[in-house]
T-cell receptor, first 116, second 116 residues
Framework: DTGVSQDPRHKITKRGQNVTFRCDPI?????LYWYRQTLGQGPEFLTY????????KSRLLSDRFSAERPKGSFSTLEIQRTEQGDSAMYLC??????????????FGPGTRLTVL | AQKVTQAQTEISVVEKEDVTLDCVYE???????LFWYKQPPSGELVFLIR??????QNEISGRYSWNFQKSTSSFNFTITASQVVDSAVYFC?????????????FGSGTRLLVRP
């Protein structure tokens, strides 16, 4: 059984470039989350998918950020015109739909983005 | 904004000592879930426990135990006979009140260093 995977693990880019990250959740999990973690802080929620539907986006997610989950499987997070403030660890998590219950989220290893 | 407070930024203990990590949370929900995650140096968040606010019994899992006190909104985590492998950053997390996305709000974490 594989866990949540993310690709790439590290990305270094120049300011103004576009980057795209991929997340493959645990196969039977229909909930998928993106979080961002900066140094010394806990993860902060960015966006949430239930199957292929993006149901919530944080105010942290400016219009330079877009996320998709086509067919309710893997997800991509794209950042356009990157800024130095975008440098962070981007974490993906997935969980099983527990109805009204909060099932535990399983996290991937993250993609560390450095914007020069 | 709703907060999860982990007042201890960093704790250093000698191997075999017991250590307690504090977590105080805010919520307006009458029923809710609480979580602890571990983030070892490798970076991947590892799920440790999920508790339902209905159940106020303390929980023990091997060397780990959790003390939930609804009256003081605290959910503390104790490691008994700590080991070097316990060195990590530990995060407490709760869902936002009246939330429908199943996301989590994380504290800023407590870095635990267990010295040989």
């Amino acid at each position: 059984d594989t866990g949540v995977s993310q690709d790439p693990r590290h990305k270094i880019t120049k300011r103004g470039q576009n980057v795209t990250f991929r997340c493959d959740p645990i196969s039977e999990h229909n909930r998928l989350y993106w979080y961002r973690q900066t140094l010394g802080q806990g993860p902060e929620f960015l966006t949430y998918f239930q199957n292929e539907a993006q149901l919530e986006k944080s105010r942290l997610l400016s219009d330079r950020f877009s996320a998709e989950r086509p067919k309710g499987s893997f997800s991509t997070l794209e950042i356009q015109r990157t800024e130095q403030g975008d440098s962070a660890m981007y974490l993906c998590a997935s969980s099983l739909d527990g109805g009204a219950s909060y099932n535990e989220q399983f996290f991937g290893p993250g993609t560390r983005l450095t914007v020069l | 904004a709703q907060k999860v407070t982990q007042a201890q930024t960093e704790i250093s203990v000698v191997e075999k000592e017991d250590v307690t990590l504090d977590c105080v949370y805010e919520t307006r929900d009458t029923t809710y879930y609480l979580f602890w995650y571990k983030q070892p140096p490798s970076g991947e968040l590892v799920f440790l426990i999920r508790r339902n606010s209905f159940d106020e019994q303390n929980e023990i899992s091997g060397r780990y135990s959790w003390n939930f006190q609804k009256s003081t909104s605290s959910f503390n985590f104790t490691i008994t006979a700590s080991q070097v492998v316990d060195s990590a950053v530990y995060f407490c997390a709760v869902p936002p009140w009246m939330d429908s996305s199943y996301k989590l709000i994380f504290g800023s974490g407590t870095r635990l260093l267990v010295r040989p």
